[in-house]
C-alpha cells in the first residue's frame, strides 16, 4: 500500500486505514448467567450470555462429550429503524450468522473435555454499526472464557480448565475501499466498500473462516493477501484485549495455549 494511495482515504472518526474502532469488554453485566459480556466495537454494541444446561442433545447422547451452539438477534431499533422481531421464522441472514458464531466458537472448547453439557451462546445487538457479526464472535468468546472459569472453581469439570478451553478466537472485518485496505468496517464503510471481508482467527494463529465477497470490483491475490495480513494483526490486538478484559475481572484461565 502506497502512501499516496493511504493519503486520499478519509475514515470517520479519524482513524488510520489499520486502526479498528475503540473495542472494549465489560464483564457480568447479567447477573444469572454463567458468562456474560458486552462488548463495544465503536457503535456497535453486543450483549453475549452464556448458558450452561447440564444435558446434550439427543443425537450426542452415549458419545461422552459436551456441545455448544448460538442463537444471534438484532433487537428491534438497533439500527435506524424499527426492525420487526424474528417471531416465528428466523431469517436467513440471521441462521446465516447464528451457525457461524457456533462454528468460531466450537474451535475453542474440547466438546469431549467439556463433558455432557451444552453451553448455550446469545448474542444480542443492541446498537448495529456494521461488523455485528465479529463483534458477537469477539464478545463470546470472552464469556465462554468466563463461564468455563465459573465452571471449573465451582469443581462441576472433570478435567483442568487448560483442556477444556483449547484456545481462543476473535474475528474482524476488512475490506477494500478506493483500491485501500481498511480494518474494521463501520456500517458506512461496508455498505461503500468494493470488497468486503470477515475473518475468524484462533488466539493460536489458525484460520477458522474467512468470508470474502467482491461487491463491486473483483480483487486480486495481492489484496487478498494483504487483508489477510491486516486481518492477522488486527486479530493479534483484539486477543490481547480479551485477555487483558479477563484478567482485570479476576477470570484465571490457563493461558500457556495462546500465543502473546
Given at each position: 500500500?502506497?502512501?499516496?494511495?493511504?493519503?486520499?482515504?478519509r475514515?470517520?472518526?479519524?482513524?488510520?486505514?489499520?486502526?479498528p474502532?475503540?473495542?472494549s469488554?465489560?464483564?457480568?453485566?447479567?447477573?444469572?448467567?454463567?458468562?456474560s459480556?458486552?462488548?463495544k466495537f465503536?457503535n456497535?454494541?453486543?450483549?453475549c450470555?452464556?448458558?450452561?444446561?447440564?444435558?446434550?442433545?439427543q443425537w450426542?447422547?452415549?458419545?461422552?462429550?459436551?456441545?455448544?451452539?448460538?442463537?444471534?438477534?438484532?433487537?428491534?431499533?438497533?439500527?435506524?429503524?424499527?426492525?420487526?422481531?424474528?417471531r416465528?421464522?428466523?431469517?436467513?441472514?440471521t441462521?446465516?450468522?447464528?451457525r457461524l458464531?457456533?462454528?468460531?466458537l466450537?474451535?475453542?472448547?474440547?466438546?469431549?473435555?467439556?463433558?455432557?453439557?451444552?453451553?448455550?451462546?446469545?448474542?444480542?445487538?443492541?446498537?448495529?454499526?456494521?461488523?455485528?457479526?465479529?463483534?458477537?464472535?469477539t464478545?463470546?468468546?470472552?464469556?465462554?472464557?468466563?463461564?468455563?472459569?465459573r465452571?471449573?472453581?465451582?469443581?462441576?469439570?472433570?478435567?483442568p480448565?487448560?483442556?477444556?478451553?483449547?484456545?481462543?478466537?476473535?474475528?474482524?472485518?476488512?475490506?477494500?475501499?478506493?483500491?485501500?485496505v481498511?480494518?474494521?468496517?463501520?456500517?458506512?464503510?461496508?455498505?461503500?466498500?468494493?470488497?468486503?471481508?470477515?475473518?475468524?482467527?484462533?488466539?493460536?494463529?489458525?484460520?477458522?473462516?474467512?468470508?470474502g465477497?467482491?461487491?463491486?470490483?473483483?480483487?486480486?491475490?495481492?489484496?487478498?493477501?494483504?487483508m489477510?495480513?491486516?486481518?492477522?494483526?488486527?486479530?493479534?490486538?483484539?486477543?490481547?484485549?480479551?485477555?487483558?478484559?479477563?484478567?482485570?475481572?479476576?477470570?484465571?484461565?490457563?493461558?500457556?495455549?495462546?500465543?502473546?
Open positions: 500500500m502506497s502512501h499516496s494511495a493511504t493519503s486520499l482515504v475514515r470517520p472518526e479519524t482513524r488510520t486505514v489499520n486502526e474502532r475503540e473495542i469488554f465489560q464483564l457480568d453485566v447479567n447477573r444469572y448467567a454463567e458468562g459480556v458486552l462488548v465503536g456497535t454494541h453486543v450483549l450470555t452464556v448458558s450452561v444446561e447440564e444435558s446434550i442433545p450426542l447422547k452415549g458419545q461422552g462429550g459436551g456441545w455448544l451452539t448460538a442463537e444471534y438477534a438484532m433487537l428491534p431499533r438497533a439500527t435506524h429503524t424499527r426492525n420487526k422481531r424474528d416465528e421464522k428466523v431469517s436467513g441472514r441462521q446465516e450468522i447464528q458464531i457456533g462454528r468460531a466450537r474451535a475453542m472448547i474440547n466438546l469431549k473435555a467439556l463433558g455432557e453439557r451444552t453451553l448455550m451462546i446469545d448474542c444480542d445487538v443492541l446498537q448495529a454499526d456494521g461488523g455485528t457479526r465479529t463483534a458477537s464472535i464478545g463470546a468468546c470472552v464469556a465462554v472464557c468466563a463461564a468455563i472459569h465452571l471449573s472453581v465451582s469443581g462441576k469439570l472433570q478435567n480448565i487448560h483442556e477444556v478451553l483449547v484456545d481462543t478466537v476473535s474475528a474482524l472485518s476488512i475490506g477494500i475501499k478506493d483500491g485501500v481498511l480494518t474494521d468496517l463501520d456500517y458506512l464503510e461496508d455498505s461503500n466498500c468494493e470488497v468486503d471481508m470477515n475473518f475468524v482467527i484462533t488466539g493460536k494463529g489458525g484460520f477458522v473462516e474467512t468470508q465477497t467482491a461487491e463491486k470490483n473483483s480483487f486480486q491475490y495481492e489484496q487478498l493477501i494483504a489477510t495480513q491486516a486481518a492477522i494483526q488486527g486479530c493479534q490486538n483484539i486477543h490481547s484485549l480479551q485477555l487483558k478484559a479477563l484478567e482485570d475481572a479476576g477470570v484465571r484461565i490457563k493461558q500457556k495455549y495462546v500465543v502473546s
